[in-house]
T-cell receptor, first 114, second 118 residues
């Protein structure tokens, strides 16, 4: 079965420190992977995506993600966290059998402390 | 959130009543989606539409209905058959696989509607 796992419900990091939000996936074939961010009572905002090519993908607001095929992971990273990065982050993978659909993880809440 | 609007932002409903949530997009996207978000459960797909006058059930379609009479609009009706309708509802759109030659399927989301059943 196709799935996305975000193993951490919450990640806490001090402002200025690097942050990592983890995501692993399980799909057959080459995955299309996405990261979204959600601020309180708002819709999801697209951050970045991996389709093919360079394993390090750069996105909005200084975020980047590293695709690792051998570990089936797509972790979200940022070199220096800001308090304003505090939000809910979702990883998603395109459904291989119905390519108009995305499969979302359960989300990871990032808390950045001043 | 730009390009996709949802209304109202907050909605209250009495048990036994049907209610319709609005979703409009001006992005010229073919595909539109409705998701339900509950705490700790991520996003669950209710219905989606790849083209006007056509739609498919998602993972949790029971108790919901949709229509797609216009490309720009994809309203969701929460019927009285939905046992636990209190949730945050999100609408999204994407260009659609037929026109997205890279098949990237990036979905763009509206601001959401929070429905509370009293």
């Amino acid at each position: 079965a196709q799935s996305v796992a975000q193993p951490e419900d919450q990640v806490n990091v001090a402002e200025g420190n690097p942050l990592t939000v983890k995501c692993t996936y399980s799909v057959s074939g080459n995955p299309y992977l996405f990261w979204y961010v959600q601020y309180p009572n708002r819709g999801l905002q697209f951050l970045l995506k991996y389709i093919t090519g360079d394993n390090l993908v750069k996105g909005s607001y200084g975020f980047e993600a590293e695709f690792n095929k051998s570990q089936t992971s797509f972790h979200l990273k940022k070199p220096s966290a800001l308090v304003s990065d505090s939000a809910l982050y979702f990883c998603a993978v395109r459904d291989m059998y119905d390519t108009d659909k995305l499969i979302f993880g359960t989300g990871t809440r990032l808390q950045v402390f001043p | 959130d730009g390009g996709i609007t949802q209304s109202p932002k907050y909605l209250f409903r009495k048990e036994g009543q049907n209610v319709t949530l609005s979703c409009e997009q001006n992005l010229n996207h073919d595909a539109m989606y409705w998701y339900r978000q509950d705490p700790g459960q991520g996003l669950r797909l209710i219905y989606y539409s790849q083209i006007v006058n056509d739609f498919q059930k998602g993972d949790i379609a029971e108790g919901y209905s949709v229509s797609r009479e216009k490309k720009e609009s994809f309203p969701l009706t929460v019927t009285s058959a939905q046992k636990n309708p209190t949730a945050f509802y999100l609408c999204a759109s994407s260009i659609g696989a037929d026109r997205d030659f890279l098949r990237t399927d990036t979905q763009y989301f509206g601001p959401g509607t929070r429905l509370t059943v009293l």
